[in-house]
């Protein structure tokens, strides 16, 4: 995949206004070229988008009577009681025959058959029984048997199964018939943050021990920390359902079943409750960029042909990731994928998504080998999926109607190509996301640490553009690393910084060498200049806020199937005695600043100082004056720093405390007057002294 985004520079205030007046008041797609001049050459494409998804939402508004009783397929599709029978129902428009199998029926491949209409749906009505039960058994394996056009029988899971099984010591899943009593939930969604203080965590590998982790553990040991050291939000990878449990979740075969590996739907359940009862809302990890090519136990091949929900042939499969790509202009794919994406909502209540591969999905090179550093031109035109493009506009709009203020749900799109406008609203020409990644941020940190660029040679100019480069009036999640730094084969910032002293000089009973002195400070530099500067929400891979000195290895041929390496230490960060403390704490104490004075919700910060000699850096945001001091050995006494508002400042933050670390070189309780004496074209001044390698954050009266 492509790395580096080419977003054109935006003024903080004011963006590229637009001399062309008839944009402002636009309702063909052109609005956002009111805020970006450079797409007037591309209104045409843009109003062809917009009309391409009008027409395909009118099309469904047609036949289905909106938008969202279409996304509604679960409750047609798969398993579902109607009117005194248990119906199951299944597209599979190149199938000749289908068959329902399992244990209610002694694995019989021929006694139940479905009928098939005119539209590939296929169709079994089985009576309920004299008591009213369902005629097949909670918790009973079934499996669907096809005949493909060559007459070959062939078995198959469920296309829409709630829950699929792997047998301890069998390489085979099964789909299972789920159908348990409701669960009633205790706790309502807290209110959806305009701060997102996002924890990314899996709950296969969260546990301290070398095992699969489950739901219920998740929800006992992990959610409370989560919510103490101060996060709103906590986004789940890994949850639907994927055979390969070391692809990290992103091989997805079973779209509507959450991952068994770590309990029932009815754990997932209680997870997200006991989430919602400490005030985090839970945002999945959403995989329609593509799907795993397994046959037997995914969607691959489900009715015999290749291209039932894929493209056929090379089109449907992804170069690089071994995987089957879904044919976006299909209506019964549409329907599918939109059901997923309300299924999770009304069924789970998770409160939003991030979308993974957008950029994948999005142009027809999948973003492969693709810098995207030719301008505007690649945004438009035969490169691009239209398909695509109409079907992530509709899942917003769908998404964002499900719920009300101040309960929205959030989207959040994973896109390296700095597509203008996909987190703009879709009445103005966007896709609707609610905000981006900003992907480039981790690209920067890790290109000086993998280039080895010495600390005296850091370019604070270049680094704080990469903070603030990003659309006009689009909502970033800035983040220093994720989990993707995490994997084996890469680094971590902690481990680029650190090393193996990680293993040997992280005591806080003894002197911090050289190595562990610069990659703690550091470390807490870097994840605040990203927390402050970079965006309007910010993201944190679980474990890599106290610096966790592992990589990421699944269980897998390569390694003997060792857990070792696919679970958090959390004990490291619980020793008061070992520095990963006093990173977990500066984590900690970060949150609990952008909580009161909510920064996040501020506009863009004003960076009034980047000195490239001094390596100072300098801005204000949401009423805080940030000052960083990346310089390698100098340390400034009395150093003038230009400011808005006059009065009294003091200090709010200093990552030179003791707890946090730091060497107590600066007094706390310090007062900071200012001076009318014009500094950094601000009108007003103070001194103040900043040890090399710290942050001060300060905050006036």
Known sequence: ??????????????????????????????????????????????????????????????????????????????????????VYREW?????????????????????????????????KMPLESDGSSPIRHATKIKTTIVTEDWKKEDRIPAWSKVVWQEKGSPQFDGVFWNPPPYVWKHPSPPTPKDLRIYEAHVGMSSQEPKISTYVEFARDVLPEIARVGYNAVQLMGIMEHAYYASFGYQVTNFFAVSSRFGTPEELKGLIDRAHQLGLIVLLDLVHSHASKNVADGINQFDGSDHQYFHAGIKGQHPVWDSRLF???????????????????EEYRFDGYRFDGVTSMLYKHHGVNHAFVDGYNEYFGDSMDDDAVVYLTLANDLIHSLRK?????VTIAEDVSGLPGIARPIADGGLGFDYRLAMGIPDKWIELFKKGVKDEDWKMGDIT??????????????????????????????????????????????????????????????????????????????????GHPEWIDFPRAGNNDNYHYARRRWDLARDTTLRYRQLWDWDAAMHQLEKKYVWLCAEQAYVSLKHEDDKIVAFERGGLFFVFNFHPSKSFVDYKLGVHKPGKYHIVLNSDDEQFGGFKRVDNTAEYFTSPDPWHDLPNSFLAYLPTRTVLVFATE
């Open 405 to 409: 203020e101040p309960h929205v749900a």
């Open 1 to 86: 995949m492509t790395t580096n985004s080419p977003v054109t520079k935006l003024s903080p205030k004011e963006g590229p206004r637009s001399p062309v007046p008839k944009y402002k008041d636009a309702k063909d797609g052109t609005k956002i070229i009111d805020d970006d001049i450079w797409l007037e050459p591309f209104a045409a494409q843009l109003r062809k988008r917009y009309a391409k998804y009008t027409a395909a939402k009118q099309l469904i508004e047609k036949n289905e009577g909106n938008l969202s009783t279409f996304a509604e397929g679960y409750k047609k599709f798969g398993f579902n009681f109607e009117d005194g029978h248990l």
């Open 327 to 345: 044919n976006y202009g299909n209506y019964e794919v549409q329907r599918f994928l939109l059901s997923n994406c309300r299924f999770y909502i």
């Open 465 to 546: 553009w990469t903070l603030t480069d990003r659309r006009y009036k689009e909502k970033t999640i800035a983040y220093a690393e994720s989990h993707d730094q995490s994997l084996v084969g890469d680094k971590t910032i902690a481990f680029w910084l650190m090393d193996k002293d990680m293993y040997t000089n992280m005591s806080a009973l003894q002197e911090q060498g050289p190595v562990v002195s610069r990659g703690i400070a550091l470390h807490k530099m870097i994840r605040l200049f990203t927390y402050a500067l970079g965006g309007e929400g910010y993201l944190n891979f679980m474990g890599n806020e106290f």
């Open 92 to 124: 599979a428009p190149s199938a000749r025959q289908l068959f329902l199998t399992g244990e209610f029926n002694q694995w019989n491949r021929n006694s139940h058959e479905a009928t098939k209409n005119e539209f590939g749906v296929f169709t079994l």
